[in-house]
């Protein structure tokens, strides 16, 4: 085994994804390597690419290869609502299923006294300073229903007096992620919402 040290390291890499432990790892790199000219060398190549080009957009926090991202540079978006949300990959959520027309803002986490995760650590401040400078009707709050997600979204409608502030409703189970809800799901959350 002295002579496979770079394929070592890239399973150990590899179990160190979300969702991947040191079996499927090892399973999938495996996989890549019995399929290199179809998988290993296009997937290396997009990974250095998306390396060198992704950023998070200035202005709401999406990953995208601009400064500032489709969604907010959309002017068809400006319609007066954000949609703050957890983490990118509850934006996607919100995005795939296709309900929002607004703008979102990623606040990067949610408050957490355990963890001395303040507002300060999250995108709160930038979050502010947006309803201050856009014109916004609407604050859709659509953080998970876990109870980091729920302090957070109270700390957030405190600090917006004046703004009308809704939070999702039916359809996200409590202790729940965005990301693994279906579409819906969602739909049915993000159409039932309600004031804090």
């Given amino acids: 085994m002295s ?3 770079d394929i070592e390291a890239l399973i150990a890499l590899m179990a160190r994804l979300p969702g991947l432990g040191p079996r499927s790892a090892r399973r999938a790199v495996l996989h890549l390597v019995k399929k290199r000219g179809q998988l290993l060398l296009p997937l290396a190549q997009a990974m250095t690419q998306v390396g060198a080009t992704a950023r998070e957009c ?5 990953i995208g290869t601009s400064e500032i991202c489709a969604i907010c540079a959309s002017e068809k978006r400006a319609n007066g609502q954000i949609c703050v949300v957890e983490d990118v990959a509850d934006l996607w959520a919100m995005e795939r299923a296709q309900v929002f027309n607004g703008r979102y ?12 995760v303040g507002p300060d650590e ?3 401040p930038r ?14 709050l659509a953080l998970g229903a876990t109870i980091d997600g729920q302090t957070t ?7 917006l007096p004046g703004i009308t502030v809704t939070s999702l409703a039916q359809g996200v ?19 039932a919402r309600r004031a804090l």
């Avoid at 803002?105 to 001395?116: E, F, Y």
């Avoid at 300073?129 to 014109?135: F, K, L, M």
């Avoid at 979204?153 to 600090?159: M, T, V």
């Avoid at 189970?173 to 159409?191: F, H, M, Q, R, S």
Wanted: charged fraction near 20%; include cysteine.
């Fill in 173 to 191: 189970p409590v202790g729940g992620e965005l990301d693994y809800l279906d579409d819906g799901t969602i739909t049915a959350a993000l159409k």
């Fill in 3 to 5: 002579d496979t040290g």
């Fill in 153 to 159: 979204a109270h700390y957030i409608a405190d600090q």
């Fill in 122 to 124: 999250l995108r709160i």
């Fill in 127 to 140: 979050l502010i300073d947006r309803i201050a400078t856009e014109a916004v009707s609407e604050v859709i």
């Fill in 58 to 62: 200035l202005n709401c926090g999406n």
């Fill in 105 to 116: 803002h990623v606040l990067g986490g949610t408050l957490s006294a355990l963890d001395a």
